[in-house]
C-alpha cells in the first residue's frame, strides 16, 4: 500500500492560538507501531485544557498536534505488529498529550498496543467519539470498584460523555444503575436506562428513596468538586467510591465512618508513562463487544467540524454548548 510522504495537519505553536493547518512530512514507524490513516478525530474536554496550557497533569511540548481519540484505517505495520493487518479500521485513545503526535491530521503513527478493532456497527464518526470517555469508564467501574451484577451503581453526571458510557458499562454488568443531572438531562438519563436524580436533590433525600439510606454499593463522580464530597455522603458502609476528577481538597471522614474505600482514576497514565498499555487496547476490544451487541452507543452531537474549524469545536466545549460528544472529520 503506497502512502503519501506529506499530509495535512491542525499544528498548535502557541497556547491558545488558533491552530494552523499546515502541510508536514507523514510520520514513520516503529517495530510496535501502525501507520493509521485518519477518518475521525473525537474532540474531548480535556483537548481544550491541553491547547490553553492549563492543563497541568497534560503537558504536551509545542509545537503540538492535538487530539487524544482516533478512528481510521491502518494502512501499513511495523515489523513487530502482529495483531493488526493493513486494511483494519481501528480506534483508541493514542496521542495528543506527552509529546505524542495526536489525532488532528491525516495520518499517526500509534502504538499497537493503544488500539483495537473498530466496531463494525459504529461509523468511524461514532467509534471515535468513544476511546477516553469508555476507558475512563471502565477503568473506574470495572478495573477500581469491581462493579458486580445486582449492586446499586450511582453515577454523577450522567448525561456527560464519560457518564452516558458508564450507565450502559454498569447496564451491561447487571447493576441497578441511577445517574444525577439536570432537569433537561432527565430524558437522555432515562433513555440509557438509569434512575434520573436531580442533582440539586439533598444527598439525604435521594438515599433514603433509592436505598432505603442505607446508601449505593457504588459511587462514580465524574463531576469533582462538592459533588465528590457528595459521594462520600452516598456510599453504603464497605462501599466504593471512584472519582475522575479528584484532584482537590476533601474532607475523608463521611468515607471512613463507613469503613468504604476510595480510587482515583488517571486515564492518561499509559499514553505519559508507557505502562499499561495493553490494557486500553484490551479495554477498548471491551467496547468493541459491547457496540456489536447493542449494549453501547456513544451519544454524538449533529455538527460536522474540519481541521480548518477545530476552534469552533473547542468554543462549544468551553461554553458548555455540546449536546453529546463531538468530532472531526479529517
Request: hydrophobic share 45%; glycine share 10%; aromatic share 6%.
Amino acid at each position: 500500500m503506497t502512502t503519501q510522504s506529506t499530509m495535512r495537519a491542525a499544528i498548535l505553536e502557541k497556547h491558545d492560538a488558533p491552530l494552523r493547518v499546515s502541510q508536514i512530512s507523514t510520520p514513520e514507524i516503529g517495530p510496535r507501531q501502525v501507520l493509521v490513516r485518519l477518518r475521525a478525530s473525537g474532540v474531548n474536554p480535556l483537548d481544550t485544557k491541553i491547547h490553553a496550557g492549563a492543563a497541568a497533569h497534560a503537558r504536551h511540548p509545542l509545537p503540538a498536534i492535538l487530539g487524544l481519540d482516533l478512528a481510521g484505517t491502518i494502512e501499513r505495520t511495523g515489523r513487530d505488529v502482529t495483531q493488526f493487518k493493513p486494511g483494519d479500521e481501528v480506534y483508541g485513545m493514542t496521542g495528543g498529550v506527552g509529546g505524542v503526535q495526536g489525532s488532528l491530521a491525516e495520518f499517526a503513527a500509534v502504538d499497537a498496543d493503544l488500539l483495537a478493532l473498530k466496531p463494525a456497527n459504529l461509523s468511524m464518526r461514532e467509534a471515535a467519539a468513544l476511546p477516553l470517555i469508555f476507558i475512563t469508564a471502565w477503568e473506574g467501574l470495572v478495573d477500581r470498584a469491581a462493579l458486580k451484577a445486582d449492586q446499586k451503581v450511582l453515577i454523577h453526571g450522567g448525561a456527560g460523555g464519560v457518564g452516558h458510557v458508564a450507565i450502559q458499562i454498569a447496564r451491561a454488568v447487571g447493576a441497578e444503575v441511577f445517574a444525577t443531572g439536570s432537569a433537561s438531562q432527565l430524558a437522555t438519563i432515562e433513555g440509557f436506562g438509569a434512575t434520573f436524580i436531580d442533582r440539586d436533590t439533598t444527598v439525604e433525600t435521594y438515599v433514603a428513596e433509592h436505598t432505603a439510606s442505607r446508601g449505593f454499593d457504588v459511587v462514580y463522580d465524574t463531576v469533582g468538586g462538592k459533588v465528590l464530597d457528595a459521594s462520600f455522603e452516598a456510599v453504603r458502609r464497605f462501599g466504593h467510591v471512584v472519582s475522575a476528577l479528584g484532584w482537590g481538597t476533601h474532607a475523608l471522614a463521611p468515607l471512613s465512618f463507613r469503613a468504604a474505600t476510595y480510587s482515583g482514576v488517571f486515564t492518561l497514565l499509559p499514553l505519559l508513562t508507557g505502562e499499561g498499555r495493553a490494557h486500553h487496547g484490551e479495554i477498548m476490544t471491551e467496547a468493541t463487544r459491547l457496540a456489536e451487541t447493542g449494549r453501547l452507543v456513544p451519544l454524538l452531537a449533529a455538527r460536522h467540524f474540519t481541521l480548518e474549524t477545530v476552534a469552533d469545536a473547542y468554543a462549544l466545549i468551553r461554553d458548555h454548548a455540546a449536546k453529546g460528544k463531538l468530532v472531526v472529520d479529517i
